[in-house]
C-alpha cells in the first residue's frame, strides 16, 4: 500500500488546518489508518488513529480538537485540525497497516507534512 499525503501549512494559534491521506495498491486489506507527528528532538508519536470498522483513538493532548474520520469509498483519511497550539507544530506522517485475516501485518508510512503554529 502507498499513501499520498497533503495538507499542512502555516496557522497561526487557534486556527484549523485539514491534512489528508489516500492509500493506493492493495488496499482491500486495510486495518487501520492513523497520523502520527515527529516535533524537532522528539519522538515520533501517536496522534490520531482510525481501524477500518472506523474506531478511533487519540493522543489525550489532542482530545476535543483533531478529528480523524475515513472515506473508505476513496481510500483516504482526514485529520481535521482545530484550536491549533504552537505545541502542535511537527512534522505530520501517514501510517497504514494491513494485511489479510490471519496473515502478518504490514505497515508503510506516507511523505511527512510540515504543520506549523505559530503564537
Known amino acids: 500500500v502507498q499513501l499520498q499525503a497533503s495538507g499542512g501549512g502555516l496557522v497561526q494559534a487557534g486556527g484549523a488546518l485539514r491534512l489528508s491521506c489516500a492509500a493506493s495498491?492493495?488496499?482491500?486489506?486495510?486495518?487501520?489508518m492513523g497520523w502520527y507527528r515527529q516535533a524537532p528532538g522528539k519522538q515520533r508519536e501517536l496522534v490520531a488513529s482510525i481501524t477500518s470498522t472506523s474506531m478511533t483513538n487519540y493522543v489525550d493532548s489532542v482530545k476535543g480538537r483533531f478529528t480523524i474520520s475515513r472515506d473508505s469509498t476513496k481510500n483516504t483519511v482526514h485529520l481535521q485540525m482545530n484550536s491549533l497550539k504552537p505545541e502542535d507544530t511537527a512534522v505530520y506522517y501517514c501510517n497504514v497497516v494491513w494485511g489479510p485475516p490471519g496473515r502478518s501485518i504490514s505497515s508503510s508510512w506516507g511523505q511527512g507534512t510540515q504543520v506549523t503554529v505559530s503564537s
Open positions: 495498491g492493495s488496499t482491500s486489506n486495510i486495518r487501520a
